[in-house]
């Protein structure tokens, strides 16, 4: 725990919640709950900040980036005040009108013209991983829906399509849990997290580098960018990093967490199994269900009121994406996992300008595996109850061994 250094505003509801904490992270649905019926901006002693949990307040500030900026961080820490613990994303960390260059390149490469090009190839692979699933459960094997997966399948094809090769791929998973856990406090997860990462962060950045990357991948085509003079080359390899630090730990979370959902609620599988024409709602159901990405932060770029409260410059305020998606002011039966629900507005990829640029190629993903599993599988069943990772940021799971019931 951290003990509050700031004195709490006069007129803020309070609420004495850790959102960094074991419990917390295990269940936060409850705790979750609490924050919003507070109001929709709280004070939060734990770590003298604000917090928006309802879906109007998390809204208000995703789309208000002028005043609430993202250069100043997107986690706890304020890097007006201290250091960054690694150089800033030029998109995340970054705030218009250098982030609005950064952001056409990487949009115009994740585009929906993209999906088109890779979604044959993302659909094979996804057919053929679950076949390959089938064949050595089969032969005796446990299938662990999390490594075998979660993790195998974006670990696969995203790699694949940025351009980096097979060797070492593993570390975008320790790399991921790093740069997402930091955007917590400075915990005994972040220090973990960040001994792990030790020995990676320097094939992280050697895989930025273009004579590392394929010909045909999107690491090259932000090198090509670089080429037409639209950033330079020093920029080249941070937005690469980008696309290396974003694009899997989320997906691999996106996944298994869809995955826990429907083994978790057969009734909602049966009716995917039926359709697959469902897969893309269900996978979209599950990111508002368990959203991957729990919270991100903003900092106040001046005095400013939020619906009623007065939040003073340089302030951080924490946003619960998480809990905006499960609103009961926002969604009927907000608790209720239901693939047949259409949860357009829902936060999971943020919202505003910096709302994810690669949703397209996440959700192709989501789709691409839930399809596949629907057509060769009638049923998820549990072996064991899941275990989680516990993360400052991600809904991750650490392992999920799962009978894949063929048709
Ligand atoms: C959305 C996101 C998460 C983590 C890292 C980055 C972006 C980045 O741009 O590095």
Redesign the pocket.
Known sequence: MTTATVEAPAGVPVVDIDPFDSNFLTSPYEDHKRLRDAGPVVWMPAYGIYGAAQHVSVHAVLNDHATFISGAGVGLANFNKEEPFRPK?L??EADPPSHTKARAILARILSPKTVMQIRARFTAEAESLVEQLLERQAAGETIDAVKHIGEAYPLKVFPDAVGVGNEGRENLLLYGDM??NAFGPRNERLRKAAERVEPVTAWIMAHCARENLSKDGFGEQIWRAADAGEISPAEAPMLV??FL??GVDTTVNGIGNALLCLARHPDQYDQLHADHSLARPAFEESLRFESTVQTFFRTASRDTELMGVLIPQDSKIVTFLAAANRDERQWPNADKYDIQRRPAGHMAFGSGIHG?VGQVVARLEGEVVLTALAKRVKRIELLEEPKRRLNNTLRALASMPVRLVPV
Do not use: E, W
Request: hydrophobic share 50%; proline share 0%; glycine share 0%.
């Open positions: 994303s998109i995340l740069i997402f990093r980008s630090s974003a994810c």
